[in-house]
């Protein structure tokens, strides 16, 4: 998965991520927490593209990314 | 005298949730174990204005909301945000109780003094940072008084985001009207006994006579617990591992693959904690057996064995609902130089710890459900979780 990030202040943030041929531009990052899987700890990015909710998953090791939840608004 | 805060986040795993996906925010939402489970665990302000509580139906729940939004919880979501709680508060005392996943208590009797306004800006400024440092969705009431008991109940008093203090002097006046289940110590059996003598608020059963003491310490407000910190906290004196299944399992082959499956997590667990347990205890919807031995005991097979030969005498299926008990608990500091398997156990913890849950389990479970390791709110395990850095 391409994703595009800013890094600033020692910190990582998604700005612009490619699903499939779809290209999302990240409006909002409401949350940032960790996860971890036996010793491969993955920073996880809630972000809001304004048309999806999307949970981005970076490898803290590898620095890969991956897409951990995806779900439309709730209306 | 001691001044006591305590934090508690309001309607913790629905507003992280709500915090994370800001177009839940405002619509009642209901938190659900997992897809497909049949009860709330969790509900949102919202939700609760309906009259959805923790514990209700998914039908009930629907009946009584019919727009509620459920969501399936995140643990690793809300841990990460109680990590972040407990860093914050304790920037502002060192002496703190972890006394569940989303409440703290903490004694600012001598740090109160550095802030000019005392316990009361203090309380402002840590609701701040919280908002700051957890998203600005999340919301927590605090409660200050001079003991731990009056501390939660102010917390309760005004909900959500709210701040009480109550003094000396105003204690007794300010709690009149609190219903008597909402007192810390003050559950099921005991609110059954005040009301069956027609008492339901604590001004009420003040004016009762003849109370008996420990339920008059409370009603009163006289109980006085110190602050248990991380240093003084008491290793578990029990695991336990349960689980309710999507569906019946009718055949003794199904049963008993669940049985290891618990079996296998709550030794897990054990082995984590670098304890070991003497007495083994099965349930499940109408079958119950309970064994001690001698030698204390972390291998899931020798556990499972002596479960198994129990179940075997009236082995019973069409069951829903397993549990394992494992208790009598000690440190293990020692094994038989002779006792390969343990090194086998370590070995497949190692595995599991460093490429992830289920790399290696028994090949007795291949093909059936694997039951990850139960989360909950309560943190049964602090000792565990904070004495080893957990947090």
């Known amino acids: 998965m391409r994703v595009i990030v800013e890094f600033s202040e020692g910190k990582v943030k998604p700005v612009r991520f490619w699903r499939g041929m779809r290209e999302y531009e990240v409006k909002n990052v409401p949350m940032i927490f960790e996860r971890q899987d036996g010793g491969r700890r993955y920073m996880c990015f809630a972000v809001d593209t304004g048309g999806i909710m999307a949970e981005l998953v970076m490898d803290k090791e590898s620095l890969d990314w991956r897409m951990g939840k995806c779900e439309p608004y709730y209306t | 005298m001691r001044t006591i805060l305590h934090l508690d986040m309001n309607s913790y795993f629905a507003t992280a949730e709500q915090q994370a996906n800001p177009y839940l925010r405002g619509k009642p939402v209901g938190i659900i174990k997992a897809e497909g489970r049949g009860c709330v665990i969790a509900a949102s302000v919202e939700a609760k204005k309906f009259g959805v509580k923790t514990g209700v139906t998914v039908w009930d729940a629907k009946k009584l909301c019919p727009q509620i939004v459920l969501v399936p919880s995140d643990m690793d979501k809300y841990f990460a945000l109680t990590q972040r709680m407990i860093k914050i508060l304790a920037d502002y005392s060192p002496t703190l109780e972890v006394f569940s996943i989303d409440e703290c208590f903490v004694d600012v009797t001598e740090t109160q003094k550095l802030w000019p306004g005392g316990a009361w800006q203090m309380a402002l400024e840590l609701k701040e940072k919280i908002r700051q440092g957890l998203g600005e969705w999340m919301k927590c009431s605090i409660g200050i008084s001079f003991s731990k008991l009056l501390a939660k109940l102010a917390s309760e008093i005004k909900k959500p985001d709210g701040l009480t203090f109550l003094t ?45 003491r420990e339920i008059g310490d409370l009603v009163w407000l006289r109980v006085d617990e110190p602050l248990a910190a991380v240093e003084s906290l ?16 009718s055949t003794k082959c199904e049963v008993l693959r669940l049985v290891r499956n618990l079996t296998e997590e709550a030794c897990a667990k054990l082995r984590e904690m670098n304890m070991a347990g003497r007495t083994f205890c099965l349930s499940m919807d109408n079958f119950w057996t309970r064994v001690t031995v001698k030698i204390p005991s972390d291998d899931p097979l020798i556990i499972y064995d002596l479960l198994n030969k129990e179940y075997e005498k009236r082995s019973v299926a069409g069951i829903r609902q397993a549990g394992v008990w494992i208790s009598n608990l000690g440190f293990k500091i020692q094994d038989s130089i002779f006792n390969k398997r343990s090194d086998l156990l370590r070995a497949v913890d ?42």
Not at chain 2, 175 to 194: K, M, P, Q
Not at chain 2, 234 to 249: D, G, N, P, Y
Not at chain 2, 353 to 379: A, C, D, N, Q, W
Request: charged share 20%.
């Open chain 2, 168 to 212: 000396p002097e105003n204690y007794l006046v300010a709690t009149e009207n609190v219903v008597v289940s909402e007192v810390c110590g003050i559950g099921r059996a005991r609110t059954t006994i005040l009301q069956s003598m027609g008492v339901t608020t604590l001004g009420e059963a003040r004016r009762l006579s003849g109370l008996p």
């Open chain 2, 350 to 391: 190692e595995v599991n710890r460093k490429h992830g849950l289920f790399t290696m389990y028994p090949g007795v479970l291949l093909g059936s459900e694997l039951i990850r390791p139960e989360v909950t709110g309560f943190l049964g395990d602090k000792y565990y979780r904070l004495l080893t850095k957990r947090f």
């Open chain 2, 234 to 249: 008491q290793a578990a004196k029990s695991v336990s591992r349960t689980f309710t299944t999507f569906r019946v399992l």
